[in-house]
Structures are given as structure tokens and as C-alpha cells.
């Protein structure tokens, strides 16, 4: 297996572009899909308080062997606690949860416009105080649009680091990609292959098949040469496996095109301007 490429973020930390997720994994089962993740040669952990599972990410870490420093861990604040003092309170409880003293990189999970009289921008300040102490090595957002993007950039210090969208071949995103590329901020993929929708595309199937690969590890592979950075989950070992086996083989430019041309703007989440959910 050759070895995952790193991004530079706009803050000059790295983050490994090819990572495992953690979204809709059971925590009883969230400790072994991490450790084989681990095993198999991820370096890049995503999960988030509203997935429930912190606790057991931080377990198969601590159990790995590997140094602290080796292992990129991203975690995403919880929507109900964006209230500045809740966000401080629910820092600190990742940090304990994961039994880590510091998060790689740290989140606004949904900008919430309908929520808290649309004020993101103190939970994002409030990132700030973690960022400059020390305590989040990078931090970003997740599901904001450009003119989300925009408040931040003119009434706070400090940019986002990435931006965390849905992005697949049926929901390209250019529009979002090219506000964040103008602005240095790096784009992650959530639901890099829809849920398994792209899969069964004959365009995408058609490709693997040329290229030896299966349809997921040809999507995944579109994603890296598009820029984007990646965590796809599993709890099935020989899928995480294959999963990160996309670094030796490359898509044609045509390839490349073929996929991006999929778009429809199709989304298989919720809608960042409206979505206002608050875990019970």
C-alpha cells in the first residue's frame, strides 16, 4: 500500500488526505472498526459528539501502539451546545472522552442559521480560544455555504481551516469547492460514494472495471485527485482494507470528467440552510 498523501492546511498544519470515519457506527462497535482501521494503515480518525462514539475512537487509539502524534483526530461540536460557555463545557468533554489533551482538528458540526438568533459567529470566536491556546491544532466547519463562509471571514480573526460538505458525483459542490479554494480552506467529503448510491452508476462501473478496481475505490480515488480529503466508514474489515486501497492506480483526465459530469445536486442529508435538528 503507498502511503496517504498529506494536505496542507491554511494554517501550515497537515492532515492525512485519506482518513476513517466513525458516522452511524454502534459504539460497541466503533473500538474494533477503529483498531482494524489502524491496523490497515489510517492515520485520520473523523467522528463528532452527536455520534456517540468518542469514547471508543480514544479507546482503540490509546490501544494502538501508535504515538499520539501519528494519529489525526477530528471531532465536531454538538448543534445543541453552540451557546459559547456549552461549547467550552463540550470541548472539554471530548477532550476527556477521547482521553486526549488536545483535538487535531475541531468543528462547528452545522451552522444552524435558524438556531441561537443565527449567531454562529461566537461558537466560532469560541473555537478561536481553543485554537490559540493550544488545544484544537486546527480548526473548521462543517455544512457551511459560501454566504455562511463570508460572515465568518468578515467579522472574526481567524479561517477556517477546512470546510466538511457532502460531496460525491451526484453532488459535486463546485460552487462551495471554488469559494474555499479562493479562500485556502480545504474541503472534506462527507458520504464520499452517496450512501452506496454512485455505485451501481455504469459510468463509475464501467471505469473500475478498465481500471481493476471496484466502483467504490474508483470513486474514492476520484475524490483524491479532485483534492478532496476523505474518511469513508465501515465496520467490515475487508472493506476498510480495500477502502484505502486506491494510491496505486491513477483515473484519466477523461476518467476524471466522466465522474464529474454525474452531478445531478443531489443530496442524501439534510439542507445547511434549513437544518436545525438538536439531539434530544
Not at 471508543?56 to 461540536?77: N, Y
Request: proline share 6%; aromatic share 8%; with cysteine.
Amino acid at each position: 500500500m503507498s502511503a496517504v498523501p498529506d494536505v496542507m492546511l491554511n494554517n501550515g498544519q497537515q492532515i492525512p488526505q485519506f482518513g476513517f470515519g466513525v458516522f452511524q457506527i454502534e459504539p460497541a462497535d466503533t473500538a474494533g472498526a477503529v483498531s482494524t482501521a489502524l491496523q490497515a494503515g489510517y492515520r485520520h480518525i473523523d467522528t463528532a459528539q452527536m455520534y456517540g462514539n468518542e469514547k471508543e475512537v480514544g479507546e482503540a487509539i490509546g490501544k494502538s501502539g501508535l504515538d499520539r502524534a501519528d494519529v489525526f483526530v477530528t471531532s465536531k461540536l454538538n448543534n445543541g451546545f453552540h451557546r459559547p460557555d456549552d461549547a467550552r463545557r463540550a470541548f472539554d468533554d471530548s477532550l476527556d472522552a477521547l482521553g486526549i489533551d488536545y483535538i487535531d482538528l475541531f468543528l462547528i458540526h452545522w451552522p444552524l442559521p435558524t438556531r441561537y438568533d443565527g449567531d454562529y459567529v461566537s461558537t466560532w470566536q469560541t473555537l478561536e480560544e481553543f485554537y490559540r491556546a493550544g488545544r484544537a491544532r486546527s480548526i473548521g466547519v462543517s455544512n457551511f455555504q459560501p454566504h455562511h463562509l463570508r460572515r465568518l471571514h468578515t467579522e472574526c480573526e481567524i479561517p477556517p481551516a477546512v470546510n466538511q460538505i457532502e460531496v460525491h458525483p451526484y453532488l459535486t459542490q463546485d460552487d462551495v469547492r471554488a469559494f474555499c479554494g479562493e479562500h485556502q480552506i480545504a474541503v472534506e467529503a462527507w458520504s464520499p460514494i452517496a450512501q452506496g448510491m454512485v455505485l451501481d452508476d455504469p459510468t463509475i462501473v464501467s471505469i473500475a472495471s478498465g481500471a481493476g478496481k471496484s466502483p467504490a475505490q474508483v470513486v474514492l480515488r476520484w475524490h483524491i485527485e479532485r483534492g478532496d480529503i476523505i474518511f469513508p466508514k465501515s465496520v467490515t474489515p475487508a472493506r476498510i482494507r480495500e477502502n484505502i486501497d486506491i494510491f496505486d492506480f491513477e483515473l484519466s483526465g477523461q476518467d476524471t470528467e466522466a465522474i464529474s459530469a454525474l452531478n445531478r445536486n443531489l443530496r442524501t442529508g439534510p439542507d445547511p440552510d434549513t437544518f436545525d435538528m438538536i439531539p434530544d
